[in-house]
């Protein structure tokens, strides 16, 4: 299954519309000031291959924004979480649901920094820049 991102770009009353698989987005490296990824990432195969080439394709200075579906609501099960987390994708569909933590220990390691958030439950939406 091929997991897609639907990218526009608006300049000079232009509008282009590109669609992508997250894994290998079509853009220069450094092309992009900001990217949003709206109730994605638990979808996505790879998470950590998907932001690293988000990292990739942002600008220094350049801004991811996301929202996701979050599995950390209740803090003392994170560590069986990470240990049946594959018996678990197996019942929700290959869907991968981070935690808080590793969402942002995901995106300090792909570049990304100043890692902020708002929650409600089980959702999350954050913004991350890339590094300068």
Known sequence: MQHSIVFF???????ALVRADISRLPFVSGSIDALHAGAAIHCWPSPACAVAEISRVLRPGGIFVGSTFIADVLP??????????????????????????????????????????????????????KAS
């Open 9 to 15: 770009s608006c300049c000079f009353r232009r509008l």
């Open 76 to 129: 003392p099960v994170i560590p069986l979480l990470r240990i049946g987390r594959p018996y678990i994708d197996q019942i929700t569909g290959n869907n991968t649901f981070l935690s808080e933590l590793e969402l942002e220990d995901l995106c300090r390691a792909c570049g990304l920094v100043n890692f902020t958030f708002v929650r409600n439950g089980f959702y999350i939406m954050f913004s991350a820049t």
